[in-house]
């Protein structure tokens, strides 16, 4: 029945055993976690390691509202150990997370790695993102490792996963390692690995609809579920059918490198405006033009703007 609201982290150094997490080792719900971040520091653990929560039980639905990590996760377990390593969540059962992202490297050495969730059991993620890179070994064994999921049944629906996923071990995938239900998700990270179920978006698929990966950048040229598409197609608009823009995603300048950004979710996602661009817009004719006209002095400033100054201004 507990609540946690309004909470930031700041470099935290955290290194404990199982169910290790910056803000919760283990939580059981009924519980809800709105607005909490950790920025910087490290978590270090066994099993069940997070960004935000090692481990969370469902005794009633666990919803995370608008949390994010930036921190380094890390398993530092001996062989055979190491599993359920995520960015924010090491082990999800039963919970609800909107707009929740992490960007940290995660690091495990065992099974069930990913940059969100290591495993995301049951429970659904909308609008929720993970960018940083995901390692793990186990040498040939089944890795479950993804760039957001490691293993899931869960639903995601309006996500994406950018960083690299890179394992020694098998069933391995840009977004999730083994998929249980994606839908309007993308990946575009480089992904290597061990076996036959190594592929561009998930290592194997439940149910994955109006899904992509960037076969570029991935190194990854199939799939048994999701469309590749090259990574100019991954930066336009008509290549995501059904995808809703505007109002849930976007693709505009300076924000995530020009891949479809989550409104109001990922930093800077928002619509620039043709006017803060008026190189395109204004010819160097018309720019003479008015100076000749006015005697002023017309010219577009550090951050885009269209400027003119009168002659007779006093500054």
Same mark, same amino acid.
């Given at each position: 029945?507990?609540?946690?609201?309004?909470?930031?982290?700041?470099?935290?150094?955290?290194?404990?055993?199982?169910?290790?997490?910056?803000?919760?080792?283990?939580?059981?719900?009924?519980?809800?976690?709105?607005?909490?971040?950790?920025?910087?520091?490290?978590?270090?653990?066994?099993?069940?390691?997070?960004?935000?929560?090692?481990?969370?039980?469902?005794?009633?639905?666990?919803?995370?509202?608008?949390?994010?990590?930036?921190?380094?996760?890390?398993?530092?377990?001996?062989?055979?150990?190491?599993?359920?390593?995520?960015?924010?969540?090491?082990?999800?059962?039963?919970? =609800? !997370?909107? %707009? *929740? #992202? $992490?960007?940290?490297?995660?690091?495990?050495? @065992?099974?069930? /790695? &990913?940059?969100?969730? +290591?495993?995301?059991?049951?429970?659904?993620?909308?609008?929720?993102?993970?960018?940083?890179?995901?390692?793990?070994?186990?040498?040939?064994?089944?890795?479950?490792?993804?760039?957001?999921?490691?293993?899931?049944?869960? =639903? !995601?629906? %309006? *996500? #994406? $996963?950018?960083?690299?996923?890179?394992?020694? @071990?098998?069933? /391995? &995938?840009?977004?999730? +390692?083994?998929?249980?239900?994606?839908?309007?998700?993308?990946?575009?990270?480089?992904?290597?690995?061990?076996?036959?179920?190594?592929?561009?978006?998930?290592?194997?698929?439940?149910?994955?609809?109006?899904?992509?990966? =960037?076969?570029?950048?991935?190194?990854?040229?199939?799939?048994?579920?999701?469309? @590749?598409?090259?990574?100019?197609?991954?930066?336009?608009?008509?290549?995501?059918?059904?995808?809703?823009?505007?109002?849930?995603?976007?693709?505009?300048?300076?924000?995530?490198?020009?891949?479809?950004?989550?409104?109001?979710?990922?930093?800077?996602?928002?619509?620039?405006?043709?006017?803060?661009?008026?190189?395109?817009?204004?010819?160097?004719?018309?720019?003479?033009?008015?100076?000749?006209?006015?005697?002023?002095?017309?010219?577009?400033?550090?951050?885009?703007?269209?400027?003119?100054?009168?002659?007779?201004?006093?500054?």
């Amino acid at each position: 029945g507990a609540s946690v609201t309004n909470l930031t982290l700041s470099n935290p150094n955290i290194h404990g055993e199982d169910y290790t997490g910056a803000l919760i080792g283990l939580i059981i719900g009924p519980d809800t976690v709105t607005n909490c971040h950790v920025i910087g520091g490290s978590v270090i653990g066994n099993d069940g390691v997070g960004g935000l929560v090692g481990y969370a039980v469902d005794a009633g639905p666990i919803t995370f509202y608008n949390c994010h990590t930036t921190c380094t996760v890390t398993s530092d377990a001996v062989a055979g150990a190491g599993n359920y390593v995520g960015g924010l969540i090491g082990y999800a059962n039963g919970i =609800d !997370a909107d %707009n *929740c #992202y $992490a960007t940290g490297v995660v690091t495990g050495t @065992g099974e069930e /790695v &990913g940059g969100l969730f +290591g495993n995301f059991f049951t429970g659904t993620a909308d609008m929720c993102y993970a960018t940083g890179a995901v390692i793990t070994g186990n040498n040939g064994g089944d890795s479950f490792c993804g760039g957001f999921v490691g293993w899931s049944n869960g =639903d !995601a629906t %309006n *996500c #994406y $996963a950018r960083g690299s996923v890179t394992t020694t @071990g098998d069933w /391995v &995938g840009g977004f999730a +390692g083994s998929s249980g239900q994606e839908t309007y998700c993308y990946s575009t990270g480089f992904v290597t690995g061990v076996g036959a179920n190594v592929n561009g978006f998930c290592g194997v698929d439940d149910t994955v609809v109006a899904c992509h990966w =960037d076969t570029e950048t991935s190194g990854q040229a199939a799939d048994p579920a999701a469309t @590749g598409q090259t990574t100019s197609e991954m930066k336009t608009e008509s290549t995501f059918t059904g995808w809703t823009f505007s109002t849930i995603w976007l693709i505009t300048r300076g924000c995530n490198a020009g891949y479809p950004c989550l409104v109001q979710v990922t930093p800077k996602c928002e619509i620039i405006r043709d006017s803060l661009y008026p190189k395109e817009m204004v010819t160097l004719e018309a720019i003479r033009n008015v100076e000749m006209s006015a005697r002023g002095r017309f010219y577009v400033d550090e951050d885009g703007n269209a400027k003119y100054e009168s002659r007779y201004a006093r500054n």
